[in-house]
């Protein structure tokens, strides 16, 4: 999954959305591109153009642009609607068969004839490749793909996944070209070829370049006729600037909380609109329960009894954000309060010292939290120093803040060296088990050593199966509750989700949704 670094000015459609049938598309998008260029600059970088191994925020970005898949999530919607496809349907009570018939004369950017070939190729290349940093990890109840003609594909499931449609609209669902990629080895010159909106003219360390895929076949309609994305690599006063000096047109992930408020606040004389809205994005604390400290029940209890999430948001994210008191977060169906039901808002020094207590855990705890610069939001660090200094006013803790490089921070927790460190989670497809089985299924990404066996027994596999996505409410409650109870992790914040614009450009609304979506076609410049 991606413990990745997002946006709906649209309300939130609740439930799965595919049931057991996906019905038929709407009427093919004209290529368009008449409209002028817009230039975006983000913070985040694109990690990999090749979909079988990019699992983060930037390179779904650009895999969401270049590439189709047989699905995709509408504007605004959480529901997968036919792109590449014609129609898609389980063809199977249990929800282990499902099909998709193509579209006619879909074709990739540099004019090979897309079939189901291509289909199967693409996700027997994934699964194949395996890459560690890619998204193989969310197929794991994918038997095999078949293509029984040139317009079938039919996906064979071991288990029941009433999830899955939502699982081929993501990133991880982009189709290749058979004859442009190895079925066996990843591509490493940085080029890309999909039947998307847009193709893929260059890519380099500081910008890519995108220009409309006049080939293209689906239901998108380009209102521009590219898109330059800059990188700023993680330097927001350096994306600041550019949006001040008129160098890009749109500042999208990276701007501070601090930035984003003083925007809001400076009045009609501004230049600059930021258009907000909410989000799917969350972010964690996540405790080893190895660990000798943080393994221990009253120390995780009293951490949740003195988290002021609202001091935390007011001083650290200046209103960007919003507390959470679930894994599954508010906007997603199966949503419910189970850690403020049992903590409450907090902070309590009372109930802290009594859940000590009542562990036989005597003087203050020492204890370390562990974060990561920018990878999981650029004001991380900060917030990792406001819980610390929460603990340590309490007189209970000792707590202090060490800072790593991400790469060493995934190592490190794969050694089981930190006992609480920081989590962000921006998901894949918006249903609850997106926030579920990846945290708390068997061979989950935390990396805690946490398990139980009701969860990935029982509650899990429910869940996954139930094509009403409603009735899997009951179900995922008595998760939340299991979650809360045992505390393997504790939520933090939710975020909202911001862009900043030049006076002139339009169409953003379009693009923040909880589906995670950023759509270039929508963008057009006055």
């Known amino acids: 999954m991606k413990m990745r670094n997002q946006w709906p000015v649209l309300p939130v459609v609740a439930g799965l959305a595919s049931g057991l049938l996906t019905g038929c598309g709407t009427e093919d998008g004209d290529s368009g591109g008449t409209g002028s260029s817009v230039v975006m600059g983000m913070s985040d970088d694109v990690l990999a153009t090749d979909p079988a191994s990019g699992y983060d925020p930037g390179s779904w970005l650009l895999f969401n642009n270049v590439f189709q898949s047989l699905l995709s999530f509408p504007n605004g919607g959480t529901e997968p609607q036919p792109e590449a496809a014609r129609s898609c349907s389980f063809t199977d009570t249990s929800t282990k068969v499902y099909q998709c018939t193509l579209r006619d004369g879909l074709k990739f950017s540099n004019g090979d004839e897309l079939t189901s070939q291509d289909v199967k190729f693409s996700f027997d290349r994934t699964l194949k490749i395996n890459d560690a940093a890619g998204p193989a990890i969310m197929f794991p109840m994918l038997d095999k793909v078949e293509a029984p003609d040139a317009k079938t594909v039919v996906f064979r499931l071991k288990v029941p996944d009433a999830t899955f449609p939502s699982k081929i609209a993501s990133g991880a669902g982009s189709i290749v070209d058979h004859r442009q990629y190895d ?4 591509r490493k010159d940085d080029k890309a070829v999909g039947s998307g909106p847009y193709k893929l003219d260059s890519f380099g360390d500081d910008k890519a370049v995108f220009s409309v895929n006049e080939n293209y076949k689906g239901t998108a309609k380009a209102k521009n006729s590219g898109v330059t994305l800059k990188f700023f690599h993680g330097d927001q006063s350096a994306l600041k600037k550019a949006l001040q000096d008129d160098g890009i047109d749109i ?3 990276g701007l501070t909380a601090k930035d984003i408020a003083d925007l809001q606040n400076a009045g009609n004389g501004s230049k600059a609109e930021v258009v907000e809205g909410s989000s799917a994005e969350v972010q964690h604390l996540v405790f080893n329960m190895n660990d000798p400290v943080a393994g221990k029940l009253g120390v995780r209890k009293a951490i949740a009894h003195l988290l002021d999430r609202d001091a935390l948001i007011k001083d650290v994210y200046q209103g960007t954000a919003t507390p959470l008191y679930s894994i599954i977060p508010a906007g997603i169906a199966g949503h419910n309060t189970a850690f403020f039901d049992t903590y409450g808002a907090g902070p309590s020094r009372a109930k802290a010292a009594a859940a000590l207590a009542a562990d036989n855990i005597s003087g203050k705890v020492a204890l370390t939290l562990w974060s990561t610069p920018s990878r999981y939001g650029p004001a991380t660090d900060q917030e990792l120093k406001e819980i610390a200094r929460q603990l340590n006013a309490s007189g209970l803790f000792a707590a202090t803040v060490k800072s790593v490089a991400f790469d060493q921070y995934e190592k490190d927790i794969a050694a089981g060296k930190y006992g609480v460190y920081v989590k962000g989670w921006v998901p894949d497809y918006p249903d609850a088990d997106n926030f ?5 299924g068997k061979g989950n990404v935390l990396g805690n050593n946490y398990s139980n066996t009701t969860i990935t027994s029982t509650l899990i596999p429910h869940t996954a199966a139930e094509s009403d996505r409603a009735a899997t409410d009951a179900d995922y409650g008595k ?3 299991i979650v809360a109870d045992q505390l393997p992790v504790l939520p933090v914040w939710q975020a909202k989700q911001y862009a ?21 076609w929508e963008l057009s410049k006055g």
Not at 436 to 440: K, R, V
Not at 504 to 518: I, K, P, Q
């Open 183 to 186: 079925g066996d080895k990843l």
């Open 251 to 253: 500042a999208y992930r």
């Open 436 to 440: 579920t089985a990846p945290f708390f």
């Open 479 to 481: 998760l939340q509750d």
């Open 500 to 520: 900043v614009t030049r006076e002139n450009v339009y169409g953003l609304e379009y693009c923040l949704d909880a589906s995670t979506v950023f759509r270039f």
